[in-house]
């Protein structure tokens, strides 16, 4: 599938991207948003892009080469940022942290129910351990916590027994036909009912959920006075800490621009159906420090 940028124009609307500005793409994936913050940063905007995946870090490499001047690329955690930038301050800081499409399309990285590969679903494949192994050693109790935990999954017991009787799975099409015979019947039309299962264990494997709420006050801390951060998420758990975090930094220095999330559009979803669930929020850094008030004499 066409790799399409989620919730784009609305994500760069609400960065205020300028010319001679700095940003940051914390989860740059292919470049498809990096690449159109260049175009509107130009002539001498510069951009930082950081990603877990090496793989999708190179292709984003190709895909921003004709603005090779003006961007820097290095393969990191976007919770690394605040040590990768230092002292210097950003006009702008977007995370996406959905899955990208060549992730999910790649049947080796084994991300996807829809298509058989080996158990793996690290976005760093240098490191970590993998769904196989999680899936294989966890306890049907601990398995069943991750389940319900990550994934919201009522059935996460019953999945997960079914899964523990069936083990050892190692191949993704062997674990998505393990939970859709334990997953309950009459579940809502079109939702695969391995899609929390495979979540789950996804976030779990890349611990996704880990610190986020503390990167997101830290990336916060790395804006220049004025400056927004951004940040589209795809699923209730993650957008719950994303509005909180949002919320209490609402309450000193900050600014919510999205009272409400953002969502996609119906033109969006129909050539994008995987944009359906995505949720954009964002804050600015007051442009000046508020100044303390004077004690009455």
Known sequence: MEHLPVLLSESLELLAVRGGGFYVDGTVGLGGHAAEVLRRSAPDGRLLGVDRDAEALGRAREALAP?????????????????????????????????????LDSPERGFSFRQDGPLDMRLDRSQGETADELVNRLREKELADVIFRYGEEPASRRIARAIVRARPIHRTATL??????????????????????????????????????????????????????????????????VKQVFRELARGGYRLLTK?????????????????????????REEAEARPRREAA
């Open 67 to 103: 603005f090779a001047s003006r961007v820097r690329l290095a393969q990191a955690d976007y919770r690394d940022l605040p040590a990768l930038l230092g002292d210097e301050r950003a006009d702008g800081i977007l995370l996406d942290l959905g899955v990208s499409s060549l992730q």
């Open 176 to 241: 998505a036909e393990v939970v859709r015979r334990a997953a309950p019947r009459g579940r809502r039309p079109g939702l695969h009912p391995a899609t929390r299962t495979f979540q789950a264990l996804r976030i779990r494997v890349n611990r996704e959920l880990d610190e986020l709420a503390g990167a997101l006050a830290s990336l916060a801390g790395c804006l220049a006075p004025g400056g927004r951060l951004a940040v589209i998420a795809f699923h209730s758990l993650e957008d719950r800490e």
């Open 260 to 284: 409400k999330p953002v969502r996609p559009g119906e033109e969006e979803v129909r050539r994008n159906p995987r944009a359906r669930s995505a949720r954009l929020r964002a804050v600015a």
